[in-house]
T-cell receptor, first 115, second 112 residues
Framework: EAEVAQSPRYKITEKSQAVAFWCDPI?????LYWYRQILGQGPELLVQ????????DSQLPKDRFSAERLKGVDSTLKIQPAELGDSAMYLC?????????????FGPGTRLTVL | AQSVTQPDIHITVSEGASLELRCNYS??????LFWYVQSPGQGLQLLLK??????LVQGIKGFEAEFKRSQSSFNLRKPSVHWSDAAEYFC??????????FGTGTRLKVLA
C-alpha cells in the first residue's frame, strides 16, 4: 500500500538554527498539506499545495517558515530561525480528489525539539 | 466558524468492553466526516469516513461510526476493545473546501 514518506523522523536543534523537513506524497496525489501538531492537540494546517501552487498558507508564520513544492511532487518545509515554541510534530498529508470528496493520508511525521 | 468538539479528553475502558467516542461538529450543511487514530510518536491513520449515503459507516480494525444529522454528531464505536486500540483518536471535518478541522482528540487507555 502506498504511503506518505517523511524525513527525518526526529530532529533536535538549538534555537536560532535552521531546520528543514521533507515529504514525499503518495504517487499521483496532487494535493499536499503540512500540519503542525502541538502535544495534546489536534493537527493544525500550515500550508496546502495543489500541484506546485500554494492554495492556502494563511496560518504559516511567514517570517520564519517557508514551504515549497517545486515540481509538484515532493515538498520541503523550512524553519529559520527555529524558536522554542516551534517544538511540535510536523505532519505531511496528501490527497486525491474524487467525486466522493477528498481523503487525506498522513505520513509518520517529524518530531522537532528546539532547545 | 466551523468547529469540532471531542468532549472527552481521556477515556479508560477494560479490554473486551464496548467503546464510544463522541464527536460533535458545528457547520451549516452536511460536512464530510472522518475518524483518525494516532499511536504515540506516529502519524494519523484513517479509520473511516462519511461522505454521503448510509449513515452507519464501517471502518478498519472493527470500528464503526454513525452520522446523526439532528445531533450534529459522528460518534465512533467498537463493540469489544483490544489492548492494541490504546491510542489517541481524532475526529475531523471537511466542509467541502478540502481543508480539515480536527478536534482536540480523545486519548484511550485500555485496562487488561
Amino acid at each position: 500500500e502506498a504511503e506518505v514518506a517523511q524525513s527525518p523522523r526526529y530532529k533536535i536543534t538549538e534555537k536560532s538554527q535552521a531546520v528543514a523537513f521533507w515529504c514525499d506524497p503518495i504517487s499521483g496525489h496532487a494535493t499536499l498539506y503540512w500540519y503542525r501538531q502541538i502535544l495534546g492537540q489536534g493537527p493544525e494546517l500550515l500550508v496546502q499545495f495543489q500541484d506546485e501552487s500554494v492554495v492556502d498558507d494563511s496560518q504559516l508564520p511567514k517570517d520564519r517558515f517557508s514551504a515549497e513544492r517545486l515540481k509538484g511532487v515532493d515538498s520541503t518545509l523550512k524553519i529559520q530561525p527555529a524558536e522554542l515554541g516551534d517544538s511540535a510534530m510536523y505532519l505531511c498529508a496528501s490527497s486525491s480528489r474524487t467525486e466522493f470528496g477528498d481523503t487525506q493520508y498522513f505520513g509518520p511525521g517529524t518530531r522537532l525539539t528546539v532547545l | 466558524a466551523q468547529s469540532v468538539t471531542q468532549p472527552d479528553i481521556h477515556i479508560t475502558v477494560s479490554e473486551g468492553a464496548s467503546l464510544e467516542l463522541r464527536c460533535n461538529y458545528s457547520y451549516g450543511a452536511t460536512p464530510y466526516l472522518f475518524w483518525y487514530v494516532q499511536s504515540p510518536g506516529q502519524g494519523l491513520q484513517l479509520l473511516l469516513k462519511y461522505f454521503s449515503g448510509d449513515t452507519l459507516v464501517q471502518g478498519i480494525k472493527g470500528f464503526e461510526a454513525e452520522f446523526k444529522r439532528s445531533q450534529s454528531s459522528f460518534n465512533l464505536r467498537k463493540p469489544s476493545v483490544h489492548w492494541s486500540d490504546a491510542a489517541e483518536y481524532f475526529c475531523a471535518v471537511d466542509s467541502g473546501t478540502y481543508k480539515y478541522i480536527f478536534g482536540t482528540g480523545t486519548r484511550l487507555k485500555v485496562l487488561a
